[in-house]
């Protein structure tokens, strides 16, 4: 049971655009909700993250939106660079649940020059 | 450059063999994971130790055996694998197990089961 939905699984943007990939979730009680980036042959890094009682937070280029009543967040990548092509992945954890993350499915995003 | 480091980058093993991964990170956290990730997958929980502890193991065969020598140090014991357990390995910290603590990843060691 997949428990945070990724769409899309994959996306190409030009150089300039704007990326936006969505996530949905079921469980209420999510509290924390952060985005990761891995480049091939890295790790996962975290990127930005959101707790639902704010609807959404900036970071540079970086933007979460959260939408609690759809129980939907998304990542909005502003002027997307070749440099950001990646693969991005959401997740969330519950309150007092020992910071046990969920990821979803993954993005792989692809910045074309 | 990451803060955990992992060791080695690259692994080829037969189903034979015995190897240990390596996890180190100084950055004071007491909470230590591991995850397996396949390729084009996301990370997979195996383990979590938290203060020197394993608090959870999400059903992982016994031929995976994690050891927490001390809090900067984690290792995963491998023997006897599967050709299936090919995957990347990664190994992750955070300051303790409390909520909304973020994880920091190493860049995971690449295994190759022959």
């Known amino acids: 049971q997949q428990q945070v939905k990724q769409s899309p699984q994959s996306l190409i943007v030009q150089k300039g655009g704007i990326s936006i990939i969505n996530c949905a979730y079921e469980?209420?009680?999510?509290?924390?909700f952060p985005w990761y980036q891995q480049f091939p042959g890295k790790g996962p890094a975290l990127l930005i993250a959101?707790?639902?009682?704010?609807s959404e937070k900036k970071e540079g280029r970086f933007t979460i939106s959260f939408n609690k009543s759809a129980k939907q967040f998304s990542l909005h990548i502003m002027d997307s660079q070749p440099g950001d092509s990646a693969t991005y992945f959401c997740?969330?954890?519950?309150?007092?649940?020992?910071?046990?993350?969920?990821f979803g499915g993954g993005t792989r995003l692809m910045v074309k020059p | 450059d990451t803060e955990v480091t992992q060791t080695p980058k690259h692994l080829v093993m037969g189903m034979t063999n015995k190897k240990s991964l390596k996890c180190e990170q100084h950055?004071?956290?007491?909470?230590m994971y591991w995850y397996k990730q396949k390729a084009k997958k996301p990370p997979e929980l195996m383990f979590v130790?938290?203060?020197?502890?394993?608090?959870i193991n999400e059903s992982v065969p016994s031929r995976f055996s994690p050891e927490c020598p001390n809090s900067s140090l984690l290792n995963l014991h491998l023997h006897a694998l599967q050709p299936e357990d090919s995957a990347l390995y990664l190994c992750?910290?955070?300051?303790?197990?409390?909520?909304?603590?973020?994880?920091?990843f190493g860049d995971g060691t690449r295994l190759s089961i022959l």
């Open positions: 992750a910290s955070s300051r303790d197990r409390g909520s909304n603590q973020p994880q920091h």
């Open positions: 469980n209420t009680a999510f509290d924390y």
């Open positions: 959101i707790r639902p009682d704010v």
């Open positions: 997740a969330a954890s519950k309150k007092n649940a020992g910071n046990m993350l969920t």
């Open positions: 950055m004071g956290h007491r909470a």
């Open positions: 130790y938290s203060y020197e502890k394993l608090s």
